[in-house]
């Protein structure tokens, strides 16, 4: 079923820098809320 939009680029191609630009990771910090991939490479290292 082809919705008639041609992507200049494949979707896989497209980055995800604006996900990484809209809220920094220290605004999160501040507020207290945990990060999951922080999390677990830390109790990879712990084990």
Avoid: I, N, Y
Wanted: charged share 15%; aromatic share 4%.
């Amino acid at each position: 079923m082809a919705l008639g939009v041609q992507p200049t680029r494949p979707v896989v191609e497209c980055g995800r820098s604006h996900m990484h630009a809209a809220v920094p990771k220290s605004w999160f910090d501040h507020l207290g809320l945990v990060s999951l991939l922080a999390t677990v490479q830390r109790l990879q290292r712990v084990s």
